[in-house]
């Protein structure tokens, strides 16, 4: 018994062990962070309590000053009506820093009736609304407040010396547009007018007794992701001719002037070749259909600008208001073979849409030929498109089908794209004739013979997406008689991929190996769509080693997503008055004539159906 008492007093002489002690300390810090979050809890409501009480009382101070002008003077300075109160003060109560800004707004009340009105109130500044806004911006969780009051006359009313100014907003809908910024300023009356006011819940800002002038009222309408409209001076520097003139306010009459804006859009523009090669750098305009005015008889458009595309050929054009756009390269470089989608652009409010330009190479002259259909206005597919000049030119184009060619092969062969050396071509058996002349393919000639037979096959061709294929086409199409038959022959070969490991299935017109393209503007089989990327293999003969057959130019028709619809462009045209006919089944055939005068032009065929 002794024995344990004396260990237990021994324990106690030692004193709390180090976990005993940080769990302690632990409990009391807790307790203690409580206790402050509390107490800072308690003093935060009562600085904001202490806050809001002298904003109050700051309130009631500033229309206690109002209360005791005379009512000729109560107003914002350089407003309408027009006082002796600041309309932004800055001002320290209570070691407190505040900012008080002051709005004073006629009224015309209803009960006699309203200006315009029946009955008509030639009376309308019945009384006068005073709104009293304090904010205190180095304030923490301070939300801005807002005072209301009304002062009256204090003798009956006389018949107003001045007018009425209504402003009404709506959207592309027609419907009312509220909290819109309503920016009006007349420098010809004193005192003058600058007014920064704001619409009401049914899209309406009136300006009571305001003074009488005649066109000299600027108004400015606009809202934070909005478009913008405004009136203009006649006879200015801009427009001569406003479409919405500076407004007029008439002695004791009301003037109504409307406004239309909408939340803005945006416009994607990407610059591509139509195998979806990526152009970089292109320049190009985009031009709204609104107008302001007219400036010297001729229309002066809302919107125009100059873009151009970045290194990744894309332009982003935001803040564009809802219009109806046209876009037309002015590059030095491109001429536009086309668009996705068809031109021009109906931009609806609030929204973004894509546009893609298809780029050629400049090509003086060039026409740019798109039909669309009478009743939809969509681009027609499928449609013949020829072009002549009564002389040597006659060619006939496919909407909504692109072509790639190849006029040249001096290059020499082991190049696998194309895209890397038009002049190239993948391989050669050595009895093919690349160079001589330039820029057409024959039979080797060796001591004065040429080889019976020779093949070569082409580089890869990229249509730039999953494609379908059409017409396989060569010129010239008639062989001296003297090489026999067979003397040129082709096959394609198509395929998804075109990494090293492709194997490329040579085929004729019926899709199989067996058979060839004998003449030009044979159909390629369907077996081949879908694929994206081909090759097409030459085979030449002659039954006469003293001739050779010879080719100056290969290309394929195809469709991909790269392809603009329902268009056609043709290049390398001479000045003159060209002839041009569109048929398809279904179609009436549209014939027209067209001065190509110019290094690019665009003809619009509306398509009538039978």
């Given amino acids: 018994m002794n024995n344990n008492w004396g260990s237990w007093k021994k324990r106690k002489k030692a004193g709390m062990s180090l976990m005993e002690i940080i769990i302690g300390v632990a409990v009391f810090l807790i307790i203690a962070l409580s206790v402050y979050q509390s107490y800072a809890g308690l003093l935060n409501l009562v600085r904001v309590s202490r806050v809001k009480i002298t904003a109050a009382n700051l309130a009631n101070e500033q229309f206690e000053i109002t209360r005791n002008l005379p009512y000729t003077d109560v107003g914002v300075v350089g407003g309408v009506p027009n006082g002796k109160i600041p309309s932004t003060q800055n001002l320290t109560r209570d070691g407190i820093p505040f900012v008080v800004e002051a709005f004073v707004r006629n009224t015309d009340d209803p009960f006699d009736g309203t200006i315009g009105g029946s009955p008509n109130d030639l009376s ?56 819109a910024d309503v920016h009006i300023v007349n420098n010809t009356v004193s005192p003058a007018v600058n007014l920064n006011e704001e619409t009401n819940n049914q899209g309406v800002f009136q300006l009571i007794d305001a003074i009488p002038a005649v066109d000299t009222y600027d108004i400015t309408v606009s809202k934070t ?65 609104k107008t302001i005015g007219t400036l010297s008889g001729n229309p002066v458009i809302k919107y125009s600008s100059n873009q151009t595309t970045n290194g990744s050929g894309i332009r982003t054009i935001s803040d564009l208001e809802w219009d109806t756009y046209n876009i037309s390269l002015n590059d030095a470089t491109y001429d536009l073979a086309g668009t996705i989608s068809p031109l021009p652009v109906a931009l609806s409010p609030n929204s973004s849409q894509n546009v893609t330009l298809i780029a050629a190479n400049k090509n003086p002259n060039s026409l740019l030929i798109t039909v669309k259909d009478a009743a ?50 993948f391989s050669s058996d050595g009895n093919v004739e690349d160079n001589s002349p330039s820029g057409e393919l024959g039979l080797k ?38 090489t026999g038959s067979p003397n040129v022959r082709f096959q394609i070969a198509t395929a998804t991929t075109s990494d090293a490991g492709t194997v490329w299935d040579f085929k004729g017109p019926d899709g199989t190996a067996s ?93 009538q159906p039978e």
């Fill in 225 to 289: 992701g909005y478009s913008t409209e405004e009136t203009y001076a006649p006879g200015g520097a801009i427009v001569d001719v406003p479409s919405k003139a500076h407004s007029t306010v008439v002695l004791q009459n009301v003037t109504q002037t409307s406004f239309a804006i909408d939340r803005v859009s945006t416009i994607n523009v990407e610059t591509l070749r139509s195998n979806c090669a990526v152009v970089p750098d292109v320049g190009f305009s985009i031009v709204g259909v």
């Fill in 445 to 482: 000639q060796v001591f004065g013979l040429y080889q019976t037979h020779g093949e070569l096959i082409s580089s890869t061709f990229d249509t730039g997406s999953l494609s379908n294929f059409y017409q396989l086409l060569w010129v010239p199409n008639n062989q001296p008689v003297e």
């Fill in 124 to 179: 309308p500044s019945d009384y006068k609304l005073i709104e009293i806004k304090i904010d205190c911006p180095t304030c923490k969780n301070f939300t801005p407040l807002t005072f209301v009051g009304r002062v009256a006359p204090k003798n009956l009313e006389a018949a107003s010396t001045n007018g009425s100014l209504f402003v009404r907003v709506f959207d592309a809908n027609g419907l009312p547009v509220p909290q």
């Fill in 376 to 425: 939809t206005g969509l681009p027609v597919t499928d449609a013949s498109v020829q072009l002549i000049d009564g002389g040597a030119y006659d060619v006939t184009k496919v909407t909504n089908q692109g072509f790639l060619n190849q006029t040249d092969w001096q290059g020499g062969g082991s190049q696998d794209d194309f895209v890397n050396d038009n002049t190239k071509y």
């Fill in 515 to 607: 058979t060839y393209f004998t003449t030009g503007n044979q159909n390629i089989h369907s077996s081949h769509n879908g694929d994206r990327y081909l090759r097409y293999k030459l085979i030449m003969d002659t039954a006469d080693n003293t001739f050779t057959p010879s080719v100056g130019d290969v290309s394929f028709t195809f469709t991909s997503s790269c392809v603009p619809p329902g268009q056609v462009l043709f290049d390398g045209l001479s000045n003159g008055t060209y002839t041009y006919a569109v048929t398809k089944t279904g179609y009436q055939t549209h014939t027209a004539n067209v001065d190509v005068n110019n290094n690019w032009q665009n003809q619009d065929v509306i398509f």
